[in-house]
């Protein structure tokens, strides 16, 4: 790591490793080495330490990023956990899914090993479909938290209330997806074709040309779904 960082520095006194400024002095003589490096420069680093220790079963923890990415070598392997993380918050890494792909039995076999220790959830699975799971998970988690956003700016723009008055309803929504599948508990003007409701909402977006855009897309999307649904209820009859 060539830059200052803070919680590196706090992670090297928890486990006391050793800490290098730069790839020329660093040490890679071991049996499993980690690349946790943005997914631009896996394969830049994955070269230089195959290099280094030929040996070595490299991993990356990428959801977008193939296996061919470590190199032509036929000892790599991917450790990718399917949750997001943040130094605010502490996961509990029993609950977290995490997707392990091998180049060969061995090296999959050591992954499988060192993603027991961290979870029961572990699923083999192929780059392209991890790329896939990956593009769900950006509309799960990264496009949901932008939204919940935008919900927190508009309950807080008359600064009476803050945002976190949001959450009952976010905790009951994400709750009813442990029983039932999105489709089977959608609610709201959308679902009911209540036009007067979601015109008077646009109303109040008039100034935010954007947010509009959002609220007509995602009305529409729900209304699609909708007669999707009937139309599957009404071949089942």
Not at 25 to 41: G, K, R, W
Not at 49 to 74: D, P
Not at 169 to 187: A, D, F, G, R, S
Not at 214 to 228: C, G, V
């Amino acid at each position: 790591n060539h830059k200052p960082n803070k919680n590196l520095n706090l992670i090297h006194k928890q486990f006391r490793f050793k800490v290098f400024s730069n790839f020329q002095n660093a040490e890679f003589n071991a049996d499993m080495i980690f690349l946790c490096v943005p997914d631009s420069q896996i394969d830049k680093t994955a070269k230089f330490i195959g290099a280094k220790n030929e040996g070595a079963l490299l991993v990356h923890c990428s959801g977008s990023t193939s296996i061919r990415a470590l190199g032509a070598s036929n000892n790599s392997a991917v450790f990718y956990p399917l949750q997001t993380f943040s130094t605010s918050s502490t996961a509990n890494w029993k609950n977290i899914p995490i997707l392990i792909e091998g180049t060969n039995e061995k090296s999959l076999l050591l992954i499988r090993e060192i993603a027991s220790l961290f979870s029961k959830k572990i699923f083999k699975i192929n780059s392209e479909e991890r790329m896939k799971i990956h593009l769900a998970a950006v509309f799960a988690n990264n496009f949901s938290n932008a939204l919940f956003q935008i919900a927190y700016d508009i309950i807080e723009e008359n600064k009476k209330l803050k945002g976190n008055i949001l959450l009952p309803l976010i905790e009951e929504t994400i709750n009813k997806l442990k029983h039932h599948n999105p489709k089977e508990v959608q609610t709201g003007p959308a679902k009911r074709g209540d036009e007067k409701v979601e015109n008077d909402h646009l109303k109040l977006l008039t100034e935010r040309a954007e947010l509009q855009k959002l609220y007509n897309l995602f009305s529409e999307r729900i209304k699609q779904n909708q007669h999707h649904s009937k139309k599957i209820l009404k071949k089942k009859n």
